[in-house]
């Protein structure tokens, strides 16, 4: 425990504030107390998730104090963070439903007998005016403004609620609760953890070191991995499921992934490697990404189940002759309906089939598959998350992945 850890406890990570701090504190000679705060608004922990799950490990395995706060009150108040319009507030029962999930998924990463689990609602449930009005005082609405998604949505005339101006001084008492050294948390989380740093001290303590993680690409290619977009990869995915999801990640996120999924907490050096390689041409890209696949399935289902799980995406290809190349579509929003797709409009809309009645002919004549297996004609309704990021076929010819 000290200055010495500091090259792995950097690795991976995107920015630290300030720099010099972090090291002043491993120099202490103490524990530091590190924080990482985890709103629970959605059922899965994301390989997105897990790049800072996986950052607050290294902590503990340096010998650090992780203290994980459950955002069990600010959940219901909606993070703004990257927002571009004020987001619908959940539920006291959905938030405790997803806190539930989500801690048995977390015990795939942390190591629960070091980790000091915390509830927000312990101390911003019981405040009351005064204590909020102290809190309010402590920044100003320039400050605010000085927030990248506050700023754009000011200038396109966009309604901010007062409660998203709350939202990082909220998060800024639970670092002034919990008395945190360092806190974690992914990029678009700058601002909130700043804003923690300046309530500490208004609180009369030092304040924390920010250190903040990348974001991880979503399965598109495109936009940051969340679970409202689909683009995502969840730990607890069926092992066929994460192979097939991570193979078709675009080749030129697989460095990316190699680091933020795997090593830059095992051996950042791998990463570089792969890198190079595939830049200079000595990599096959298709091969590194089978071997990215089998070792992120092993790392969270066991040494082992990542060959299983590329045996099985072999065994489907061959067995129902799938080609290589399928065209990504997005389902259309307006075929979802209270989260399920009826099949057969799917079809026709997507021009696998003349008509509806022409899609239920094929469904019930066995000519439809998902992933290989033949549809029945009974299960003509699926739940979206069912079919995403799954291949559809119609007939010998007519392919296409779900997204």
């Not at 524990?31 to 390989?47: E, F, S, Y």
């Not at 948390?185 to 923690?196: I, K, M, P, S, Y």
Request: glycine residues 10%.
């Amino acid at each position: 425990m000290g200055p010495k850890d500091l090259p792995n406890l950097l690795a991976g990570s995107a920015e630290v504030v300030p720099a010099e701090e972090l090291e002043h504190k491993l120099s202490l000679g103490r524990p530091l107390r590190v924080k990482l705060g985890l709103d629970p608004t959605a059922p899965v922990v994301t390989l997105g998730w897990a790049v800072v799950l996986h950052k607050l490990r290294q902590f503990q395995d340096a010998g650090h104090t992780a203290v994980l706060i459950v955002g069990d009150f600010t959940a219901q108040v909606g993070d703004p963070s990257g927002k571009t319009e004020t987001r619908p507030r959940l539920s006291e029962e959905e938030v405790r439903g997803y806190s539930e999930r989500l801690l048995d998924q977390f015990w795939k990463i942390l190591d629960p007998e070091r980790t000091e689990v915390r509830y927000n609602a312990e101390w911003l449930g019981p405040m009351g005016m005064e204590a909020i009005l102290r809190l309010t005082a402590s920044t100003t609405v320039a400050r605010m403004l000085e927030r990248d998604d506050f700023a754009k949505r000011y200038a396109q005339g966009k309604p901010i609620s007062i409660m998203e101006f709350l939202y990082p001084l909220l998060q800024g008492m639970d670092s002034v609760a919990v008395e945190a050294d360092v806190e974690l948390g992914g990029r678009d989380q700058t601002f909130n953890l700043l804003v923690g740093r300046d309530l500490q001290r208004a609180y009369g303590q030092e304040p924390q070191v920010a250190l903040t993680t990348p974001l991880l690409i979503g399965t598109d290619g495109v936009q940051k991995m969340s679970q409202s977009l689909g683009n995502y990869i969840g730990i607890t995915d069926p092992p066929d499921d994460m192979f097939g999801k991570l193979v078709r990640v675009p080749d030129e996120l697989i460095p990316t992934y190699r680091l933020l999924a795997l090593d830059f907490f095992r051996d950042p050096t791998e990463a570089e490697r792969v890198d190079k390689g595939l830049g200079d041409g000595s990599l096959d890209a298709w091969s590194e990404k089978r071997r990215l696949a089998c070792e992120v399935v092993d790392l969270y289902h066991g040494d082992g189940s990542g060959a299983a799980a590329e045996e099985g995406f072999d065994r489907v290809h061959r067995e129902h002759e799938l080609p290589d190349l399928i065209p990504d579509v997005v389902i259309p929003p307006e075929l979802i309906v209270e989260g399920n797709v009826y099949l057969p409009k799917l079809m026709n809309v997507l021009g696998l089939a003349d008509s509806n009645s022409h899609a239920r002919r094929l469904i019930e004549q066995g000519g439809v598959r998902l992933d290989g297996k033949p549809m029945s004609g009974e299960a003509l309704e699926l739940p979206v998350v069912e079919l995403r990021d799954r291949v559809l076929q119609v007939g010998r010819r007519g392919f296409v992945r779900l997204g």
